[in-house]
């Protein structure tokens, strides 16, 4: 296990480095100019030059890039063009909504996907199954998007059960946290619908397969239930496959709040990005882009811990 874990550390970080890499030359080569879209089109060019020098444009690529770097391991991601403050805080304010988002999609993805795919395992062939696999594929067609505008449309226009959009912030006590919830329980299902139907797809193949081995038939010829035998003997044997889309899910979530964040104008990080490159404020770009990286090969790591604790058979060399 200390091998396994190891070696994937290593690949982590090898992955994190390849990827500020790669994020920084993307944004290097794009046009345009940050100081002169700051003064505006009219500003005199001694003035633009001025304020490059000011926020270090005018130093080489690679000076940028190690200055960069040097100031993520230490905590110092420079200050906003456009907002005049710290990067980090304006990070650290939005993921305070992008990240409960993200998880509360993953798990609404999680356990419609689970009971969704059991059951039409379970039901195989008969109406049941061919009926939920109808519903996932239509799921699976929906983009998320239009989906978060028919949400809006029927439980906030039509019965005016939640807000259209905006977030008031999580407030104090048990209320504030509530109200929270409530706020991104739309941007959740929307998230979570497309997701939960491509996940219930594979849990239906993953324990189809499963339920056809000796230990699944022995189980049964022991006398234990149907319902056991599918959530207690199956569904831990099939989970691998199950957790490797969940980690390439969650990235995919991720993604997908800068769309939805922006349809129900919510103050996270997907509206941050949005707002960022609109006003070419590169290094809160640059700076967003690589914590989303690192948060998509940090659960990429995750999913393969998981791995060696679902299946402990499995060994260093097998991944």
């Known amino acids: 296990m200390s091998l396994f874990l190891l070696k994937r550390l290593a690949t982590l970080i090898g992955t994190l480095i390849g ?112 009926g939920l696999m109808g519903m996932t594929q239509i799921g699976i067609a929906i983009p998320n998007f239009w989906f978060a505008i028919l949400l809006i449309l029927v439980f906030s226009v039509n019965l005016q059960w939640f807000s259209a959009g905006g977030f008031d912030g999580w407030g104090e006590g048990i209320g504030g946290v509530a109200a929270g ?18 996940l219930a797809r594979i849990t239906r193949s993953a324990v189809l397969e499963v339920m056809r081995e000796d230990f699944v038939r022995t189980a049964r010829a022991k006398g234990v239930s149907q319902r056991a035998v ?32 922006n349809v129900f104008y919510l103050p996270g990080l997907g509206r941050l990005i949005f707002q960022a490159i609109s006003n070419r404020d590169l290094i809160v770009v640059r700076n967003c882009v690589m914590l989303l990286a690192a948060m998509v090969v940090i659960v990429n790591f995750v999913v393969d811990v998981l791995y060696a604790v679902i299946d402990p058979r499995i060994k260093a060399s097998d991944i």
């Open 19 to 130: 990827a500020s890499v790669i994020v920084f030359l993307v944004l290097e080569i794009l046009p345009g100019n940050a100081a002169q879209l700051l003064m505006g089109p009219d500003a005199a060019p001694e003035a633009v030059a001025a304020l490059a020098s000011k926020l270090g444009l005018d130093q080489p690529a690679w000076t940028r890039y190690w200055h960069w770097i040097g100031g993520i391991l230490t905590g110092n991601l420079g200050d906003s063009y456009a907002y005049s403050s710290p990067v980090l805080d304006l990070i650290l304010e939005r993921l305070s909504l992008t990240v409960p988002l993200a998880l509360m999609a993953m798990a609404l993805t999680t356990v419609l996907a689970l009971l969704v795919g059991v059951t039409a395992a379970a039901r195989h062939n008969k109406l049941g199954d061919v």
């Open 181 to 198: 919830i409530k706020a991104l329980l739309l941007p959740a299902l929307s998230l979570a619908v497309v997701q939960a139907a491509i």
């Open 230 to 261: 599918l959530w207690t003997h199956v569904l831990r044997n099939a989970m691998i496959p199950v957790v490797t889309v969940m980690g390439m899910q969650f990235s995919e979530l991720l993604a997908g709040t800068i769309v939805v964040e």
